[in-house]
């Protein structure tokens, strides 16, 4: 004889962990398409940029001869440029150059050229760490330049200064990259007039 009960719903609190599974089902199925399609794969390095018209802006704008580096492997990722102004103002007159790299370790390693004293030149480039020891060993010849190491807060660094007072050329080499990247780094300097 066929059951003649009327429909009842299940009572709350009687669910069972079946129940909640296939509840869960069509919520799980979105996530994990999302995740397929949405979250990058690989390594996360940074994005790659150009910073050669930043090099070509800062040798046109500065009465000093500006390097910068070149001829790096592409190990060596360049993600960020900016061309440095006086006084750090937007309206400034340009004073300089700052690219920063991922390198082959994948630790980061900025260049900085400026002009100006060694002391504010040196503090502004490894901002926001600070300078831990200077100078941290006996400098080194690195490419035909005198380079002084240093310690940051961070990590190890190089500086390089031509010239005497507010009108010297310093070069700052620094970041997570450790002090074999930071050679390689600093021997890849070459004059960005007539790139």
């Given at each position: 004889?066929?059951?003649?009960?009327?429909?009842?719903?299940?009572?709350?609190?009687?669910?069972?962990?079946?129940?909640?599974?296939?509840?869960?089902?069509?919520?799980?199925?979105?996530?994990?398409?999302?995740?397929?399609?949405?979250?990058?794969?690989?390594?996360?390095?940074?994005?790659?940029?150009?910073?050669?018209?930043?090099?070509?802006?800062?040798?046109?704008?500065?009465?000093?001869?500006?390097?910068?580096?070149?001829?790096?492997?592409?190990?060596?990722?360049?993600?960020?440029?900016?061309?440095?102004?006086?006084?750090?103002?937007?309206?400034?007159?340009?004073?300089?150059?700052?690219?920063?790299?991922?390198?082959?370790?994948?630790?980061?390693?900025?260049?900085?050229?400026?002009?100006?004293?060694?002391?504010?030149?040196?503090?502004?480039?490894?901002?926001?760490?600070?300078?831990?020891?200077?100078?941290?060993?006996?400098?080194?010849?690195?490419?035909?330049?005198?380079?002084?190491p240093i310690t940051?807060?961070?990590?190890?660094?190089?500086?390089?200064?031509?010239?005497?007072?507010?009108?010297?050329?310093?070069?700052?080499?620094?970041?997570?990259?450790?002090?074999?990247?930071?050679?390689?780094?600093?021997?890849?300097?070459?004059?960005?007039?007539?790139?």
């Amino acid at each position: 004889m066929a059951d003649t009960q009327p429909y009842r719903p299940k009572k709350r609190g009687y669910e069972t962990a079946g129940d909640m599974l296939r509840s869960m089902l069509p919520i799980v199925i979105i996530v994990l398409v999302f995740a397929a399609f949405c979250v990058p794969r690989g390594s996360q390095r940074d994005p790659r940029i150009d910073p050669s018209v930043d090099i070509t802006s800062a040798a046109q704008a500065v009465d000093f001869e500006v390097v910068a580096p070149d001829g790096l492997s592409d190990e060596w990722v360049p993600t960020s440029s900016k061309l440095l102004r006086a006084g750090d103002a937007e309206s400034g007159q340009p004073n300089g150059l700052s690219i920063g790299y991922i390198s082959p370790a994948e630790d980061y390693a900025l260049f900085t050229i400026r002009q100006g004293l060694r002391a504010e030149m040196l503090s502004a480039a490894v901002d926001p760490a600070d300078v831990t020891k200077d100078p941290a060993g006996d400098p080194v010849e690195i490419a035909g330049r005198e380079w002084t190491p240093i310690t940051t807060s961070e990590g190890d660094g190089y500086v390089n200064v031509s010239g005497e007072g507010e009108t010297a050329v310093v070069i700052v080499l620094s970041g997570t990259a450790d002090a074999a990247e930071l050679r390689e780094l600093a021997g890849s300097l070459a004059p960005a007039a007539g790139r």
